[in-house]
């Protein structure tokens, strides 16, 4: 009787050298360079691990859909959230002419700033 008539053959001894080619474009692209991880944005090590880095100066960022969403990411209680959100918050309200961009969104800033506040946790 033949090994083909028996059913499937098993070689329980041998290892394949191969790679599967998931594994062989993760190792090709290691090799040819580093990927960027999104939190490289949040913490590059080149610059102070303590700031923002803008991709645009905050001047230039219009304030209605960010400084409400940093104003209720106030709530948030993990890294890098709590971070980006307070630091965020504070260097907008900083920017020259930040309380004219304010002043219309303050129903809106008001609503965030309750939900932070009205929050259980002591941390924020």
């Not at 008539?5 to 474009?25: D, F, M, V, Y």
């Not at 905050?58 to 971070?83: M, V």
Request: proline share 10%.
């Amino acid at each position: 009787m033949s090994a083909s008539s028996r059913g499937p053959s098993r070689n329980t001894g041998l290892r394949s050298k191969t790679t599967s080619p998931a594994l062989a474009s993760s190792s090709t692209s290691s090799a040819s360079g580093v990927r960027a991880k999104p939190s490289d944005k949040l913490n590059p090590k080149t610059i102070d691990p303590h700031k923002l880095q803008w991709e645009r100066p905050p001047e230039t960022i219009p304030f209605d859909p960010l400084l409400i969403n940093l104003a209720e990411g106030l709530r948030e209680t993990r890294h890098p959230y709590t971070f980006v959100s307070q630091e965020g918050f504070k260097e907008l309200l900083m920017v020259p002419g930040a309380a004219d961009k304010a002043l219309p969104l303050l129903p809106k800033l008001a609503a965030a700033l309750k939900g932070a506040l009205v929050c259980r946790l002591y941390i924020i």
